[in-house]
């Protein structure tokens, strides 16, 4: 995707203002709702540089592949790869075009269907997804929390534009307050949104995952997270393919 080649050079600085968020909120969410991996087959959509590719593989399943629009985010996580390999294989692929890539027990989209410009794109992403799950396989994505408490996230480098005319589907701006300040394009989709269009795709048991922090030592940290807890950037959802 292009707003992500050109944006890949900078993603050190990127990931770093939003490190505090991703390690106490984000991740821990992630990994409580995952729970055991050993053996599975894990498919990562929208992989971005691998973080999350990196972390089912370090955790022992047993074949994880990652696939990303960007050619340039793709270049980061074979790098990645490429230090310290953990036989992760890396494809750049269009959600909306992307090949059947195997059959896998887990796909994981995180922070990549709200790129979803209509309810058909994103019905079709969807679809893409299950056509790589096995039977009883599950779906994982952290999606772009619309009511999200952007005074909170402000706190923790992210400030959020609200479309003027929200509808599904309308662009609006979320920017990483990186130095320089870093935007993206994203899209308008409301939890209830993203979950019709997941049963309307054939999902089955849709629903919402607990959002947790870990405990932190700072008191106004802790107090911050205490509040984004409520209304968070992004949201987990869950489902499966029976
Ligand atoms: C916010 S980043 C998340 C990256 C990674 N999942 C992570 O959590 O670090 C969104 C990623 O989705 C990718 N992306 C956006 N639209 C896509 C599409 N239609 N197909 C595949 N990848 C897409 C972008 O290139 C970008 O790398």
């Avoid at 534009?161 to 993206?184: K, L, M, N, W």
Wanted: with cysteine.
């Amino acid at each position: 995707m292009a707003q992500y080649d050109a944006l890949a050079a900078r993603l050190a600085g990127i990931e770093k203002t939003i490190h505090f968020y991703r390690e106490n909120m984000e991740f821990p969410s992630f990994l409580r709702a995952l729970g055991p991996v050993g053996g599975k087959r894990v498919l990562d959509v929208g992989c971005g540089d691998g973080v999350y590719a990196r972390m089912v593989a370090q955790r022992g399943a047993e074949r994880v592949v990652g696939m990303d629009s960007s050619g340039e985010m793709i270049r980061l996580a074979e790098a990645a790869e490429a230090e310290q390999p953990l036989g992760i294989q890396y494809h750049v692929h269009d959600m909306a075009t992307m090949p059947k890539l195997g059959s896998f027990d887990l796909v994981m989209a995180v922070n990549v269907l709200h790129y979803a410009d209509s309810r058909a794109t994103l019905e079709g992403m969807y679809r893409k997804i299950s056509s790589n799950l096995a039977p009883g396989g599950r779906l994982l994505a952290y999606v772009g929390n619309v009511d999200c408490d952007a005074e909170a996230a402000r706190g923790f480098g992210f400030l959020l534009d609200r479309p003027a005319d929200p509808r599904e589907g309308a662009p609006f701006t979320v920017t990483i307050a990186a130095t320089p300040p870093a935007s993206v394009q994203v899209h308008y989709w409301p939890a209830a949104s993203l979950a019709q269009a997941a049963e309307s795709a054939g999902f089955s048991r849709v629903g919402w995952e607990e959002m947790i922090h870990s405990p932190v030592s700072s008191d106004s940290a802790a107090a911050g997270l205490s509040r984004l807890l409520k209304n968070p950037p992004s949201l987990l959802l869950s489902a499966y393919q029976e």
